[in-house]
C-alpha cells in the first residue's frame, strides 16, 4: 500500500497548482493524506482527481475546511493506527502538541505538517512524520511531500525537489 502524504500547500497563496513532482506520485498512491493548511477547498477537489483523500484542516484554511474536516483523526491503514493533524497551536512546540492531541492513543504513526520543516523519528513506538511543503520550503533548500508504505511494516521516506 502506498500513501502519498502532503501538508502546508498554501494554495493559491504560495502557488497556483500543485507541482510537477508530486502530480507523478498521485496516480500510483492507494491513498492521499493531506495534513492541513490547504487554503483553499479546490486544492482537496483537484487532488480528489487522483483516488481518495483524508486530511484534516490547519490553522490558515478557510471555514468551509474547518466544517468539513476534522482537527484531527485517526485512520487504519494496511492494519496500522495513523493519527493525523495539523499541528497548530498556542504554546510548546509542534512535536509536542501534535504528542498530546494522541494522548492516550496507541498509534504506529502520527502525521503532522504547520511547521514545514520536513521529520521523520520516533517517539518511543510511534512514528512522527512532517512531509513538510510542496509549495514553501522556509529556507531549505527544497520542497518536500512524503511517501509512505505499508506491507507487513510501515516505512516513510520524503521526496525533495
Request: charged share 25%; net charge negative; aromatic share 8%.
Amino acid at each position: 500500500m502506498k500513501l502519498v502524504v502532503i501538508a502546508d500547500t498554501h494554495m493559491p497563496k504560495k502557488a497556483s497548482s500543485l507541482p510537477q513532482r508530486l502530480l507523478e506520485e498521485l496516480p500510483t498512491a492507494d491513498l492521499i493524506i493531506h495534513a492541513g493548511d490547504w487554503q483553499e477547498k479546490w486544492v482537496h477537489e483537484k487532488l480528489s482527481h487522483y483516488g481518495e483523500v483524508v486530511g484534516v484542516y490547519g490553522n490558515v484554511d478557510d471555514e468551509e475546511l474547518h466544517t468539513q474536516l476534522p482537527e484531527h483523526t485517526i485512520i487504519e491503514a494496511g492494519g496500522f493506527r495513523i493519527g493525523l493533524t495539523h499541528g497548530h497551536g498556542d504554546k510548546k512546540t509542534t512535536e509536542k502538541r501534535v504528542l498530546e492531541a494522541f494522548e492516550g492513543e496507541e498509534l504506529d504513526c502520527i502525521i503532522f505538517g504547520h511547521s514545514h520543516l520536513p521529520l521523520l523519528r520516533f517517539v518511543k513506538k510511534t512514528m512522527l512524520f512532517n512531509p513538510g511543503s510542496i509549495t514553501d520550503k522556509r529556507g531549505l533548500p527544497f520542497c518536500s511531500f512524503g511517501i509512505l508504505t505499508i506491507d507487513e511494516t510501515i516505512q516513510a521516506h520524503h521526496i525533495f525537489f
